[in-house]
């Protein structure tokens, strides 16, 4: 029988084994397709809830003035949602804010105010990211501080906008970013999104892997498939393409739906987020899928020969959990500062592949390097895919004991 | 014909391989880290017969099917089917030889009818006669009534005989079954054993393994007995039942087997 055929008849049997199996199915299409935008959504809805929660939420606070500045509460029960309660000793602060009986309190201590500036301290929780007190505060109290202010600019004589402005900015840096929006946004997104793609290409291709080589080990047919009169590299090929195509279904899914999402999101999401996401287009993510193939059919020929040496199911599963660490950690790369793309970390398996990704979504990417990040990627592949044939056609990892 | 000659296989072990036998004697097929599981081991099998291949637990038996097969490379000595060498052209030899072990498994997910396209396609049946092909053997086993049912919906003797069809499907000259009987019901296990007879009448080369003496009675024109890797008595089984000293097989299997070196060996675990 010629190679190609026996290759065909492998491989469909393969495929169609495959998309009768529920588990991977769910790996290759439901978690791409159903899971990641639905957790898109849960956490930019409950970002956007949590943060509008601290922002009309009612803060309990406590007072404590020893300079007779009654303006200054005076500003906070002016402010909407901001309640006083009573606190028997300035010392039991840090309890209340701990036992939640108060979100801050203000210290007012006594100094010399001919020489030194009216100090409020804000006792607060700055541990909790959410937190909006300081924010809130300083919201409060800015009215009462620029009524200050400009008392004090009059008692020297800057009676003017301009005499007032130079008294307080003698000198000003004035910020003027070269970056695009789309750099800007880029920096941001891109060092997520590669990680996603990786992450599901290697998913998608890590369940029908095992199913196809230990799996068959383990139910006992491996032998008689060995026993048909055709190469066994046509045996590996096959199962090759067939783990390689669920790997690229998985990453070409997860690409379209994040695509499709954040088309749709831009709409939903106002501000800086819908501004950032508006700056991802679909040639981008096209490009994205492209640079993630060869990366994905490294992961094929090591699942596969992973697969193939496994015992059983439990030990594929077990040898492959390694695999997904030494995946994850170089994918996570471009979230990581100062790590950029150049000739030495094009060199660098995955994490090039991840750093690619991020300079094609900041629209910075360099062509020849793009180039030799692709053909490297696939030599990578090609050279595994070689030792896993090899791998395939030795007796002791075939039948061990 | 399968003509087998002066045949050994053996296998390296691993750093950390323990010595002595899996019983606890000191295993003579053991040297340092190679083990010798066969030890050139030559017997012939006619077209039309039926061989036993006997032996204990560990005796080599699959070693040697899986060697005949061409599963595994033998180390030394060769065989020949109708001529065909298995180290020469071992994808010619696997054209003509079907092999069923009790321990086949089948794809759960793909129905009788699939699994053995899939095998007859692969051993290059032609698609045009295939599907014909697949009829006759399903007509024949009975199988119609499941025959696009998944085989994970299957029972142990459904499945048994979607395992005979499959080794069947591309008519091969000489059959290869290792303990195709184990761990089947008494009903299953009459189905392979009526398939066997049914090669007889086809002329096909039939190599079986077995522990079940009452299985050589009725199907083996002739028996094998190999024993630590080592052929150690060939004949038919009236001859087997002289050269072991007792006129009922099992009896003389053991009387066989007390004589060669496996014995020593067994004697040391005890």
Known sequence: MKGFSALGIVARKEFVEMIRDRKTLFFMIVLPVVIIPLLGNVVIDFTMDAAKEEATKTLEYAVFDDVGEPEVEAALERAPAFEKVELGSRDAIKEAIAADEIDFALVLPEVDRTSEPLTVELHFDNASQTSSVSKRVHGALAGYGEQLREAKLAEVGATTAQARKLLLEPMAVVERGTATAREVAGEVAGGMLPYIFIMFALLGALYPAIDLGAGEKERGTLETLLLAPIRRRDIVLGKFLVIFGAGVVSATLVVITITVWIMAKMESVGGGAGELLSTIGPLDMLLAWVVVLPITAVFAAILLSISIYAKSFKEAQSYSAPLQILAILPAMAPMLPGVELGWGTAMIPVTNVSLAIKEIIKGTIDPMMLVAIVASSSVIAGVLLGLCTWWFSREEVLFRQ | ?270
């Open chain 2, 1 to 270: 014909m399968l003509e087998v000659e002066k045949l050994g296989k053996t296998f390296k072990l691993p750093r950390r391989a323990k010595t002595g036998s899996k019983t606890g004697g000191v295993d003579p097929r053991q040297e340092e880290r190679s083990f010798h599981a066969l030890r050139e081991v030559s017997f012939k099998v006619e077209a039309g017969e039926i061989l036993g291949l006997l032996g204990p637990n560990g005796a080599g038996k699959t070693t040697l099917l899986r060697t005949l097969s061409t599963a595994i490379a033998p180390t030394r000595g060769t065989a020949r089917f109708d001529g065909v060498d298995i180290r020469e052209d071992p994808r010619r030899v696997r054209q003509r030889i079907g092999f069923l072990s009790g321990s086949t498994g089948l794809y759960g997910r793909l129905s009788p009818r699939e699994m053995v396209s899939y095998y007859g396609r692969l051993h290059g049946v032609p698609a045009a006669e295939l599907p014909a092909r697949i009829e006759v053997l399903f007509a024949e086993l009975e199988m119609q009534s499941y025959a696009d049912k998944r085989n994970d919906d299957l029972s142990t003797g459904m499945k048994q005989k979607v395992s005979i069809a499959r080794t069947l499907v591309h008519d091969p000259d000489i059959i290869i079954l290792d303990e195709p009987t184990s761990g089947l019901d008494v009903h299953a296990a009459a189905g392979i054993l009526a398939m066997i007879e049914g090669l007889r009448t086809t002329k096909k080369t039939v190599l079986f393994s077995t522990h079940h003496m009452h299985e050589v009675e009725r199907l083996c024109d002739r028996v094998v007995l190999i024993d630590v890797g080592t052929k150690v008595f060939e004949g038919d089984v009236a001859e087997m039942r002289e050269a072991g000293g007792d006129q009922a097989l099992d009896r003389a299997f053991l009387g066989l087997l007390g004589k060669g070196q496996g014995a020593t060996l067994r004697k040391g675990a005890a």
